[in-house]
Nanobody, 120 residues
């Protein structure tokens, strides 16, 4: 069984920084792509940043130059460092991990979500 545990959300003033983390645990054989998504009430969950096994990264245009995604393969963890935060960055952030388990093969797993609020 696989579990994703997120941490690092909270309330921050505009211009501030936060670091989100997502740790995967369980019977994991390998981890492939890792990503962060953001969802605000009434809207779909949108991609914020993604990172491949080779550490190639992709960012939403709205966060380029301000957010950095990274991964620690030894700890099965993905981070999102967010700086120069704006009120429009707030929402619930979810990590998404594509991984392989010995029991079930390839699968997509989501974290439980962590709230980010940015005050103006």
């Amino acid at each position: 069984q696989v579990q994703l545990v997120e941490s690092g959300g909270g309330l921050v003033q505009a211009g501030g920084s936060l670091r989100l983390s997502c740790a995967a645990s369980g019977s994991i054989f390998s981890i492939n792509a890792m990503a962060w998504y953001r969802q605000v009430p009434g809207e779909q969950r949108d991609l914020v940043a993604a990172i491949t096994t080779g550490s190639s990264t992709t960012y939403a245009d709205s966060v380029k130059g301000r957010f950095t995604i990274s991964r620690d393969n030894a700890k099965n963890t993905v981070h999102l460092h967010m700086s120069s935060l704006k009120p429009e960055d707030q929402g619930v952030y979810y990590c998404r991990v594509v991984l392989t388990t010995r029991a079930t093969g390839d699968g997509v797993y989501w974290g439980q979500g962590t709230q980010v609020k940015v005050s103006s």
